[in-house]
């Protein structure tokens, strides 16, 4: 059986084995690997997280599938907002925030117009999905 870590750990390795590309559910997409601090634990926590480019910023959905809770890794960016990101070859720091209404929903409908599964995931859960926003720090 495929745990999740196992699952996101094959696509870690790929993504890095192709310059951060990926095939599978997520070709096509745009990755990034989000590097987090665990909340609680304290761990270094690494995530392949599908983003897209908005300007200076990059975007990214904490969607989980449209499970009924938030991803770990929500819980560590806000907790950690200073965080290091993989996209491509490059690595860099980025400050997160969790972008307010109503340019949350702005950028959740392009996201799920551009990929329909964030529609999917959206209808599978009560929660509202957050949006957060990556600025890199200079």
Sequence with gaps: ???PQNWNQAIIEEFR????????PF???TLLLLHTVGAKSGQPRINPVVC????????IFASKSGAPTHPD???????????TVE???????VQAA?????ERTQLYNQIAESN??????QKKTTRVIPVISLTRVK
């Design 98 to 102: 969790v972008t307010p209404e109503p």
């Design 17 to 24: 084995a192709n310059s951060g590309k990926v095939g599978g």
């Design 1 to 3: 059986m495929t745990t």
């Design 52 to 59: 897209v480019a908005d300007g200076e910023r990059l975007i």
């Design 87 to 93: 996209v491509g070859t490059e690595v860099f720091q």
């Design 116 to 121: 329909p599964g964030f529609a999917e995931y």
């Design 27 to 29: 070709a096509g997409s």
């Design 73 to 83: 890794w929500y819980h560590n960016l806000l907790a950690h907002p200073l965080v």
